[in-house]
């Protein structure tokens, strides 16, 4: 079945073999530091996804390409476009931020009573989607921030 491939194989010699195994090995590798180097420059586990489903029509269609950032201090505001992962599940989902809500935290300095800006919760839903997305957080009311991938920014 494969004999005329192996005889081919075995024809181009040791040297050759090994040559066309490295050079394959160096495209994967170069291509792996790319996705790690875009990783660390826009602070995100995914720099780059693919809309799954046609949850955000008409703005993104099954299969178009986002490209994402993540940056640690950045708030997320009403109509941000955002990517994020449903604890204990696999896939990111494509959506549109609907409501925010800021958790402050009280903190006496000085003797004055302060309220620190604390952790921002986030309520999602997909623009051909009918109602918001609460029954998908699997008990979760809100998204925190730790569940983000991203903001689309193209």
Known sequence: MFTEELKAFRRLGFHHVLLQVLN????IASGLMIWKGLGLITNTESPIVVVLSGSME????QGDLLFLTNPPHERYHTGDITVYKIPEADISIVHRVMETHDVSSPVKISGLDLKVPG?????MKGDN???DN???????????????VGKVRG
């Not at 394959?24 to 495209?27: E, G, H, I, T, Y």
């Not at 952790?119 to 309520?123: D, F, G, S």
């Not at 609460?134 to 983000?148: A, P, S, V």
Request: glycine letters at 4%.
């Open 24 to 27: 394959l090995a160096s495209v």
């Open 58 to 61: 008409p703005a993104f269609y």
């Open 119 to 123: 952790e921002q919760l986030i309520l």
């Open 129 to 131: 989607n009918h109602i």
């Open 134 to 148: 609460i029954e998908l957080y699997q008990g979760l009311d809100w998204l925190d921030r730790k569940h983000i």
